[in-house]
C-alpha cells in the first residue's frame, strides 16, 4: 500500500513540474526556422488605435536583443537561465511597465481571450504541451512569437512549424 502513495506521489510531482515545458522530436519540428526579428514595414494590417505600435515593436526587438538565446531554466529569472513564463512577466514588466503573473497557468487566466485569426503584437500565445504542461511566447508580426524554448533558450519561432501548430492553445490580449 505505501508503494501505491510513493508511486502516485511521484507522478503527482512529475506532471506539476512540467510547466512551461515541452518535449519533442525533430521530426515534430519543420525544416524552416526564422529566428530573425520581423520586419515592421513587411507588415502593414489594421491594429488598435490606441496602441503605439512603433514603440511595443521597438520595446519588444531590445528585449529580444538583449535576452537572445539565454538558455532555458526551469524556475529560472536571469540571464543565466530563464522559464517561458519568467521571460514573458519579465519582458511586461522591464519593457512595457506591465505586471503579470509569473506562471503560464496564471498568465492563461489574465486579459482578454482573442482569437487566432485576430492576433496582434504584444497578444500572449498559449501552447498545451504535454498532459499538464504549458508554454507562453508573445506574439510579434508574421506569424512570429518571441519565447524561451527549452532547446534554443530565447528565441524567435514561428507558428505554422509543425510543433507549435499542433499545441497551440490560446490567445490572450494584455494590452488594449
Known amino acids: 500500500m505505501k508503494i501505491i502513495k510513493y508511486i502516485f506521489l511521484f507522478l503527482f510531482l512529475i506532471f506539476n513540474f512540467q510547466a512551461c515545458s515541452f518535449k519533442s522530436s525533430s521530426s515534430n519540428y519543420s525544416t524552416s526556422t526564422d529566428k530573425t526579428f520581423?520586419?515592421?514595414?513587411?507588415?502593414?494590417?489594421?491594429?488598435s488605435e490606441n496602441i503605439n505600435y512603433q514603440k511595443l515593436y521597438?520595446?519588444?526587438?531590445?528585449?529580444?536583443?538583449?535576452?537572445k538565446a539565454v538558455p532555458y531554466?526551469?524556475?529560472?529569472?536571469?540571464?543565466?537561465g530563464i522559464d517561458c513564463s519568467?521571460?514573458?512577466q519579465r519582458t511586461f514588466k522591464d519593457r512595457l511597465n506591465i505586471n503579470i503573473p509569473r506562471t503560464t497557468a496564471l498568465q492563461s487566466q489574465v486579459g482578454k481571450n482573442v482569437s487566432l485569426d485576430?492576433?496582434?503584437?504584444?497578444?500572449?500565445?498559449?501552447?498545451?504541451?504535454?498532459?499538464?504542461?504549458r508554454h507562453v511566447g508573445i506574439y510579434l508580426e508574421g506569424g512570429k512569437f518571441l519565447h524561451a524554448s527549452t532547446k534554443r533558450g530565447v528565441t524567435i519561432s514561428r507558428l505554422d512549424n509543425n510543433y507549435y501548430s499542433k499545441h497551440f492553445w490560446k490567445v490572450k490580449r494584455i494590452i488594449y
Open 38 to 47: 520581423p520586419n515592421r514595414l513587411d507588415y502593414d494590417y489594421q491594429l
Open 58 to 67: 521597438l520595446s519588444l526587438n531590445k528585449q529580444y536583443n538583449s535576452w
Open 86 to 88: 519568467a521571460f514573458v
Open 73 to 80: 531554466k526551469y524556475g529560472g529569472n536571469t540571464k543565466k
Open 118 to 133: 485576430e492576433l496582434e503584437m504584444g497578444d500572449l500565445i498559449f501552447f498545451k504541451t504535454g498532459f499538464n504542461s
